[in-house]
């Protein structure tokens, strides 16, 4: 908000004002997370770093006292009897001369944020779990430059005025006082005489004795080359520990769009917030159907293919490059995986997650893509029919989870010894309670396992 300044103006309130809409848009972004997170065009416009979030108009009330005789009655004025009912709503549930069509009040209004802000406001206290900073070989992430220490050589360009100066005037006064001492002369007399000699002490001496003063000498510094002082430039470094996420994402012929959507969507905003909040992780992508592919960041977003589904060749393909690139005690390694769950092989498909498991890996997530139109069955039981899903039933047999209590959206479980997580969503409210219970750094079960 800009704030238009004059300096006979009182601007405190002003700056109150500004305050308080600033604090409005991040309560409106809290409150609409869910929404804002979910809106379709981020996804789907290529480059676009804006999005619109509802945000309550702002309004100064204030009493207006009118004169006897203007209107407006006094206090209690007015038609009406004990009991009556203000406000009363009509039959479609809008209250009478309220809102509007889209539901919007009067004083509703939208402000465009950049998503680097949303990202701030909405994922704090969020990111990777498990992250062990004792991996060797830690990266060091250039921060800037700075002048970290003062020499006596170095550049012109860099030199330091101020410690060359102060060198200079301890030097002369160090002089002027031995040749007031030698030559038995006041302190002008001597700076004059110095000055003449250029610097050199026992010419300065010889010249006040033999009488060879030139009184119109110049008294400033004499500056020595041992007096120069530079400042030496030092690129800034943090030691960051090395990370690496793989991205893997089921794009068979059973994925529709809308499960498409779900994915890049949750995918999206977890590969913003990682690449805004650490510097040094790598992001690999790769998709399936029958076979893996590992392809770029466009392509994964913005292409498609279409075929069987195999997830075993997903993790077949990123373990590969684990041991090929990627060695576990240097590197911190994360894997999230999204699929419908419909797949071919789906014992070899737990056997992919078996081998990434044992190999000790930071996370492995599992996230099962279920849109409400896909599922039947009882949808309050664990066991429950997930539509064709063949997948998380096999993982749920294979290894123990916990159902997760940090979410009532959605289903989550973790298993915190393995430190492989269970999720299944099926709308794009969903997506956020997906991504605290992928990144949050103050999970309820990672904490209450860690205490035992």
């Not at 929404?35 to 480059?47: L, M, Y």
């Not at 509703?108 to 998503?115: A, G, L, Q, R």
């Not at 040749?179 to 005489?193: D, L, N």
């Not at 599922?375 to 039981?381: I, V």
Request: proline share 3%.
């Amino acid at each position: 908000m800009t704030i238009v300044y004059h300096d006979t103006w009182d601007t405190q309130k002003g700056i109150q004002d500004a305050k308080r809409h600033q604090e409005k848009i991040d309560e409106a972004i809290r409150k609409n997370v869910r929404d804002v997170i979910g809106t379709e065009n981020i996804i789907t416009e290529k480059g676009k770093r804006k999005v619109r979030v509802p945000v309550k108009g702002l309004k100064d009330y204030r009493f207006i006292h009118a004169s006897p005789g203007q209107g407006g009655g006094g206090v209690g004025q007015g038609d009406g009897e004990a009991g009556d009912v203000i406000g009363k709503k009509d039959k479609q549930g809008a209250s009478k001369g309220r809102g509007s069509k889209d539901g919007h009040g009067p004083g509703d209004m939208e402000t465009e944020i950049d998503i680097d802000y949303l990202l701030d406001v909405m994922m704090e206290d969020l990111g990777l779990p498990w992250l062990d900073p004792k991996k060797k070989n830690s990266i060091e992430i250039p921060k800037g430059w700075k002048f970290e220490s003062i020499t006596k050589k170095g550049s012109y360009a860099r030199i330091h005025k101020k410690r060359t100066m102060r060198e200079a005037a301890k030097r002369n006064i160090m002089f002027i006082q031995e040749v007031m001492r030698q030559a038995m002369c006041t302190y002008e007399e001597a700076t004059m005489a110095l000055h003449q000699a250029k610097g050199d002490i026992e010419k300065a001496v010889n010249i006040i004795k033999e009488d060879q003063l030139e009184v119109s000498t110049s008294t400033g510094f004499l500056i020595h080359d041992d007096d120069l002082r530079f400042k030496q430039i030092e690129e800034e470094k943090e030691i960051c520990s090395k990370a690496v996420v793989f991205a893997l994402m089921d794009v068979s012929g059973s994925m529709t769009s809308d499960k498409k959507y779900l994915v890049k969507s949750l995918l999206f905003w977890m590969i913003n917030f990682l690449r805004k909040q650490y510097e040094s992780v790598d992001i690999r992508f790769i998709q399936h159907t029958d076979r893996a592919l590992e392809v770029d960041e466009e392509t994964f977003f913005y292409g498609g293919e279409t075929g069987g589904t195999v997830a075993k060749s997903a993790f077949d393909k990123a373990n590969y490059i684990i041991d090929t690139e990627y060695p576990l005690d240097e590197w911190n390694i994360y894997t999230v995986y999204c699929s419908d769950g419909e797949d071919w092989e789906p014992k070899e498909a737990v056997s992919g997650m078996e081998d990434m498991v044992n190999k000790k890996i930071n996370m492995l997530s599992y996230v099962e893509i279920k849109p409400y139109h896909d599922l039947f069955g009882d949808d309050d039981e664990i066991t429950y029919e997930y539509g064709y899903s063949t997948l998380l039933p096999e993982c749920l047999k294979k290894w123990k989870f916990q159902e997760s209590t940090l979410t009532k959206d959605g289903k989550f479980w973790i298993n915190n010894n393995l430190h492989f997580l269970l999720s299944v969503i099926k709308d794009k409210s969903h997506i956020w309670p997906c991504l605290q219970h992928m990144l949050s750094l103050h999970h309820p079960e990672r904490e209450e396992t860690d205490a035992k």
